[in-house]
Nanobody, 115 residues
Framework: QVQLVESGGGLVQPGGSLRLSCAASGSIFSFNMGWYRQAPGKERELVATISSGSSTLYADSVKGRFTISRDTPKNTVYLQMNSLKPEDTAVYYC??????????WGQGTQVTVSS
């Protein structure tokens, strides 16, 4: 069992930056890690993923603005978000995936982009 705790969300003006962190209670060495988001009235969507080998994938909507990274010894994953837009407003969730039977979600952190 792996518990994930997100932090770093908040209110930011358009064009601003935030850095989200996801701290895991156990080793994430073998896990593919990801950030997802869910806006009100919408389905949860993938934002970015990083494999156990540090290969990354981004949603088209965040390419060039967001960067996912991982610090495996610290069991932590980050999402650096720059040039934020109002449409980035959502609850952001951290995900750890090893297999269909070993996948975990955090509780989410709210990101609000508004002037």
């Amino acid at each position: 069992q792996v518990q994930l705790v997100e932090s770093g969300g908040g209110l930011v003006q358009p064009g601003g930056s935030l850095r989200l962190s996801c701290a895991a209670s156990g080793s994430i060495f073998s896990f593919n890690m990801g950030w997802y988001r869910q806006a009100p009235g919408k389905e949860r969507e993938l934002v970015a993923t990083i494999s156990s080998g540090s290969s990354t994938l981004y949603a088209d909507s965040v390419k060039g603005r967001f960067t996912i990274s991982r610090d495996t010894p610290k069991n932590t994953v980050y999402l650096q978000m720059n040039s934020l837009k109002p449409e980035d407003t959502a609850v952001y969730y951290c995900n750890a995936y090893y297999s269909a039977l070993r996948k975990y979600w955090g509780q989410g952190t709210q990101v609000t982009v508004s002037s």
